[in-house]
């Protein structure tokens, strides 16, 4: 599958001009999305030596970020955090996300990026889940990405080889959409009061379509900046195998362009983000991650 192809690359070339990028972005929240739900810039009103685009997972919302960025704004970093499409509308309803592809998800992403290049000197580009795998996607085909970021990055689906995956993404983009909910047992405990407790199953197609796709970019291309993948070892939906065969395929064309944080000790949950997940262990990740963003090379 071809992706990406319509993607149109805008760099802001100062902060006014971000500013007025953002608001584009911006645009797109009408009444129908939730507070939580809005695309956020946080800046000091001027460049800054690091601008961060953070990307939040599927079926959740910029909030998912929150208080990390404001963190990350304190240290004097602006920080961009666009919305998917389909995600944060009232009514938490994963029909929303009907009819969302690949490209929806990777078009805000760089539209981000448009934002924090006139937001900093430096574009670092941080994400999880599906976020993560965008986040790869994007390092490998923008020169303007001087760091990358993926956390528990979706390249597959846990338990599943490549082929198993290629195999999956097909079948979901194939058959009918159905709306599933995350826990088979109905139960929202675990998903935060503004992210939807289900999905689309075509929707998650297209977002293994991403994953899949870095996979296999990463055979014979490497970002131009550096990388570091960031995985849970009691991680259960994303295949840290295929996460840690894409950073070893990067090394491979560049030695030194990506490493592999890992983190043990953490449960086995797969927003290791979102302060609201009631499983979140945040002061132990939130370290890791400024650690990474924050790196010079």
């Not at 149109?8 to 939580?36: G, M, Q, S, W």
Request: hydrophobic content about 45%; charged content about 20%; aromatic content about 6%.
């Amino acid at each position: 599958m071809s992706i990406g192809k319509s993607l149109v690359v805008r760099p802001a070339r100062d902060h006014a001009e971000a500013v007025a990028r953002f608001a584009e972005l911006a645009a797109r929240d009408d009444a129908n999305v939730i507070p939580e739900g809005r695309s956020r810039f946080l800046t000091a009103g001027r460049a800054a030596p690091l601008a961060v685009v953070l990307l939040h997972g599927y079926t959740n919302v910029p909030e998912q970020w929150m208080p990390f960025a404001e963190q990350l704004r304190e240290r004097g970093h602006n920080v961009v955090i666009p919305r998917f499409p389909g995600h944060g509308i009232r009514g938490r309803s994963a029909k929303a996300l009907a009819g969302v592809r690949a490209d929806d998800f990777l078009r805000a992403a760089s539209a981000a990026v448009d934002v924090a290049t006139g937001a900093g000197e430096r574009v670092v580009l941080a994400g999880l889940s599906i976020g993560g795998a965008m986040a790869a996607w994007l390092a490998l085909r923008r020169n303007d990405v001087t760091r990358a970021v993926p956390i528990v990055p979706l390249f597959g689906v846990a338990r599943l080889n490549a082929p198993a995956n290629r195999a999956l993404a097909f079948a979901l983009g194939a058959l009918p959409d159905f709306i599933v909910p995350w826990d088979p047992r109905g139960s929202t405990a675990d998903s935060p009061p503004y992210a939807y407790g289900e999905y689309s199953t075509r929707t998650l197609g297209q977002c293994l379509d991403i994953g899949l796709d870095v996979a296999r970019s990463a055979r014979s291309a490497v970002p131009n900046g550096t990388t570091t993948m960031i995985v849970n070892v009691n991680e259960p939906a994303c295949n840290n195998a295929l996460a840690c065969d894409v950073a070893t395929a990067f090394v491979r064309r560049r030695d030194g362009s990506c490493d592999v944080d890992v983190i043990d000790g953490l449960p086995a949950n797969h927003d290791i983000i979102d302060r609201n997940n009631p499983q979140q262990r945040t002061s132990v990740v939130y370290p890791r991650v400024l650690a990474a963003i924050e790196r010079s090379g």
